[in-house]
């Protein structure tokens, strides 16, 4: 470790591991949602939301764990981490848009 650096106290990597699992307790409570959505209305872009919003949350679960497990000596990049939060933005963008347009 370089000098003039501590780790971040562990109450703080704990917070942060239980913000990001409440997260992704929420994208479940939204595919959940959906597939109610998908089940009453037969929406084909129901399923897909429903099937998105999953994956988000088992990657979201995930990559916490793997950031509350990985040392303070190899923190990780802030343009990959910048990366994946954009094309989650954007692939829920793209979802929300066509479940929109199939409503209407």
């Known amino acids: 470790m370089e000098a003039g650096i501590t780790p971040p106290p562990v109450g703080q990597q704990e917070r942060t591991l239980l913000a990001w699992r409440r997260t992704s307790l929420a994208l479940v409570g939204a595919a959940l949602v959906a597939l109610h959505l998908a089940i009453t209305q037969g929406s084909i872009s129901a399923i897909v939301a429903a099937l998105v919003c999953v994956g988000f949350a088992l990657a979201t679960v995930l990559e916490s764990q793997l950031a509350y497990n990985s ?23 793209v979802v929300g848009i066509s479940f929109a347009v199939s409503q209407s």
């Open 71 to 93: 040392s303070a000596d190899s923190p990780r990049s802030p343009a990959v981490v910048l990366l994946l939060n954009l094309l989650c933005i954007a692939s829920l963008a």
